[in-house]
């Protein structure tokens, strides 16, 4: 028997329009190029997820992650777990670093790095002699899990009204002494991962470098690498 003849789909001209007009947004934002700031970018974009639901709230993303991508400093990954996050957020644009420091050569050069957090690398401890390097943000940036991987650029965080920020200390003292001294300073802390003779300690909230409280800190070297924002 002959097949039945295909038959077209209907246009459905409301969706279409509102199809089209993602798109000429998304061309025009782009267009317009990246915030002045990291910071000036996450309280922009916390304000839009307010009212959104979940599925919303990752398709804005998605959306968004790309225009940074594109308007962005360029991106490098270091790391399995910032390849994924990396793909999810910003799609299949970066470049990939095969080692740590070959990402932070291209922070030096103006770009930015999403590198893993793993045991094996203390890369981290790097900005503590290179203040001009600061983490900008961390993913995932949720408030239900850790963070896997940091975001380093040459940019100074400023505060968005939701952060951690990321604190670094070559003490050997065991963590919950550590974090019971903090406490005791006004600081809440939590570790996040050792590596090299190195910790890394996440504090709630923006805390500056030179924050008073952080001075008996400690360590011999320590201090503030950098602040993200957390939606």
């Known amino acids: 028997m002959p097949s039945a003849l295909l038959s077209e789909p209907e246009v459905d001209a409301e969706r279409l329009a509102l199809d089209r007009a993602v798109a000429e947004a998304v061309r025009r934002r782009i267009v317009t190029g990246p915030r002045p700031t990291p910071d000036a970018d996450s309280i922009a974009l916390r304000a839009l997820l307010t009212s959104l639901s979940k599925t919303g709230t990752a398709a804005v993303r998605a959306v968004l992650g790309r225009v940074d991508a594109a308007t962005g400093a360029p991106l490098v990954v270091w790391g399995l777990a910032s390849q994924v996050l990396a793909a999810d957020r910003f799609g299949l644009t970066t470049r990939t670093a095969a080692e740590p420091e070959q990402a932070l050569a291209a922070v030096r050069e103006g770009g930015r790095a999403l590198m893993d957090?793993?045991?094996?690398?203390?890369?981290?401890?790097?900005?503590?002699?290179?203040?001009?390097?600061?983490?900008?943000?961390?993913?995932?940036?949720?408030?239900?899990?850790?963070?896997?991987?940091?975001?380093?650029?040459?940019?100074?965080?400023?505060?968005?009204?939701?952060?951690?920020?990321?604190?670094?200390?070559?003490?050997?003292?065991?963590?919950?002494?550590?974090?019971?001294?903090?406490?005791?300073?006004?600081?809440?802390?939590?570790?996040?991962?050792?590596?090299?003779?190195?910790?890394?300690?996440?504090l709630a909230g923006y805390v500056q470098a030179e924050d008073g409280r952080l001075a008996s800190a400690p360590g011999s070297l320590s201090g503030v690498i950098g602040a993200a924002p957390q939606f």
Do not use: C, N, Y
């Open 117 to 202: 957090l793993t045991s094996g690398k203390a890369w981290w401890g790097r900005l503590l002699a290179e203040p001009e390097l600061r983490v900008i943000a961390a993913l995932p940036d949720d408030t239900h899990g850790l963070p896997r991987a940091l975001m380093v650029q040459q940019a100074q965080p400023g505060p968005t009204g939701d952060d951690r920020t990321f604190w670094a200390t070559d003490s050997k003292a065991p963590d919950a002494r550590i974090v019971a001294t903090l406490g005791a300073a006004g600081l809440a802390a939590s570790p996040l991962i050792a590596a090299g003779g190195l910790k890394l300690f996440m």
